[in-house]
């Protein structure tokens, strides 16, 4: 049987009747001649009060913040409540006393997620947890939509994707091996047969700086599609983004306003198309918001702070020089720039998506890994693809964690992963 939630039970069609619901408490006052408790579940909060002299006036008394009971009683309307009802309680089962509860309002950062296990039950991290668990939802279903099959790569890899600063080496044996960067490689492998194909899975990049947006183990969403171009992929990428926007609306707004999130930009991500600037462009507009950078300059965490700031809506950023992104991106003009895209999400946040064309042509591809200083070796398998029948195809890889982090306006990534893995904590 599936328990009765609070904010199914808040309402004019209850009121009067009599009612029974678990929770913990998440806060607690004691009178004399009474006790209010505000009681706490997934789905939101309710006031509790026994009188002096009602039977469970005793054990309503006993209980403190953070406790776990079963609740009973009529539901009455008033209007002194918070949310306008409140339940005068004649029974109450106590599952566990808590003991004094560690975490109160203004601990730092630090403390609390030292704590992450016990601050996990505060309101705001619930709701933020909503939110994640509708974008992950929204993904897979834009997919199945889409026609994609879902496939899976291996986590263990002999080979880097994106660049071996930030490889994660294990003992694998009495051999080296690597945690998976990404499954590019292996998608642009299955995507010969399947054509359309998608993963949601941890990725781990060793990541030594430390920025706001970097954790060494993410949720990538990726996706490979087979005769795709640059611009059809880009506009996926868009279709995805909105598909999530638009669900979250529809499935969290008390959610997003437990976290006051202005959902202004929100709503325009999904009513207007997404503004498209090639590389150049990019950079110019840094510079006119106050950066000096010149063309060639890769843009970070910092840069893109500066470059989305004002910006209202997401922006591809298109067609880098060839330098600054890994081998596998296919070149157009003379090898100048590269067929790429990063979806910089507005308000700061920056990239969330890092997508393309991939090289088809087998010389090509042999050129770019020589150039790129890559051993040849652990690439055959790769090199192989474009032997047998190679056809245009592109693919992305959105942080998961990322959209949430934009989504929800958090300031810090760390915020929107139920237990964070960063350069200085894998515990608890
Ligand atoms: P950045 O420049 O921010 O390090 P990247 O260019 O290395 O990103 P990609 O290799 O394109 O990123 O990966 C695809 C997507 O995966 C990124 O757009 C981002 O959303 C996400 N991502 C990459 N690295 C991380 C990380 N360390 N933590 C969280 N998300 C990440
Ligand atoms: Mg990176």
Sequence with gaps: MMDTWIKDVKNREHAGKHIALKGFVNSIRKGKNNVFLILRDPSGTLQCVSHAGDPVFADMNRLTRESS???????NEDERAEGGYEVKVSGL??????????????????????NRHIWFRSRKVTAIMKVRSTVFESIHDFFKHNDFYEIQSPSFVSG????????????????????????????????????????????????????????????????????????????????????????????????LKLLNRDTYVLKNTLEKPFLRMDYESVIDMANQNGLKLEYGADLGSDEERVITQKLDLPVFAMRYPIELKPFYHKPEDDFKHVLCNDLLAPEGYGEIIGGGQRIDDKDTLIRRIKECGLDRSAYEWYIDLRKYGSIPHSGFGLGVDRLVMWICKLPHIMYAVPFPRTLRRINP
């Design 69 to 75: 009971v079963l609740v009973e009683g009529i539901l």
């Design 93 to 114: 089962k106590i599952y566990g006393i808590a003991e004094p509860f560690p975490i109160k309002k203004g601990h730092k950062k630090v403390f609390l997620f030292d």
């Design 160 to 255: 880097s994707v994106e660049g071996g600063s930030t490889l994660f080496q294990i003992e694998y044996f009495d051999k080296k091996a690597y945690l998976s960067q990404s499954w590019q490689l292996y998608a642009e492998a299955m995507v010969d047969s399947l054509w359309r194909i998608y993963t949601v899975a941890p990725s781990f990049r060793a990541e030594k700086s430390k920025t706001w947006r970097h954790l060494t183990e993410f949720w990538h969403a990726e996706a490979e599609v087979a005769f795709m171009d640059l611009d059809g992929i880009i506009k996926l990428e868009e279709e995805l983004i909105k598909h999530v926007v638009r669900n979250v609306l529809e499935k969290n707004e008390d959610d």
